[in-house]
């Protein structure tokens, strides 16, 4: 989860290391439903229907996907320990995690990013797969 600027030297290190892997890697994203059926087994939340959530998850689907994607969202909202907001949205599979403490959100985020894996157009982004292979420590 990048949480702050990034600097130079690691954007040549992941591209570096997309350079060096993205040839041995194939597609293996998971659809929206799987990734949201692993989260709820492994940390077990609370569902959570807030609207003014669920708008800021369809805001930054939109700006990943489109208007179009967004508008036929299918967007579920949870709790995790009380403070740590998260909403997959079960299509695409994209997720946004939120919580006033940043560093509960990144072993969550990571974790799902890696369990979500990447898809032919991710694998084309040298920061996505450099981030990826990173968390995977391979």
């Known amino acids: 989860m990048i949480t702050a600027p990034v600097s130079k030297d690691k954007l040549y290190y992941w591209k570096q290391i997309w350079q060096e892997k993205v040839s041995f890697l194939k597609p293996n994203r998971i659809s929206g439903i799987q ?3 692993y989260f709820k087994n492994k940390y077990s939340p609370i569902l959570h229907e807030d609207k003014h959530f669920q708008e800021v998850v369809k805001s930054n689907l939109i700006e990943q ?3 179009e994607t967004a508008s036929t969202s299918n967007i579920i909202c949870y709790l995790v320990n009380s403070d740590v907001y998260v909403g997959i949205e079960l299509d695409t599979g994209f ?3 939120e919580s006033k ?4 959100c990144i072993p969550i985020y990571d974790d799902l990013y890696i369990k979500r894996g990447l898809d032919k157009e991710d694998l ?3 920061v996505l797969v450099g981030q990826y292979i990173e968390l995977l420590n391979i």
Do not use: R, S
Not at 101 to 104: A, G, P, Q, V, Y
């Open 65 to 67: 996907y489109g208007e």
């Open 124 to 126: 084309q982004n040298f």
């Open 101 to 104: 403490d940043i560093e509960k």
């Open 35 to 37: 990734l949201n059926e």
């Open 95 to 97: 997720f946004h995690i």
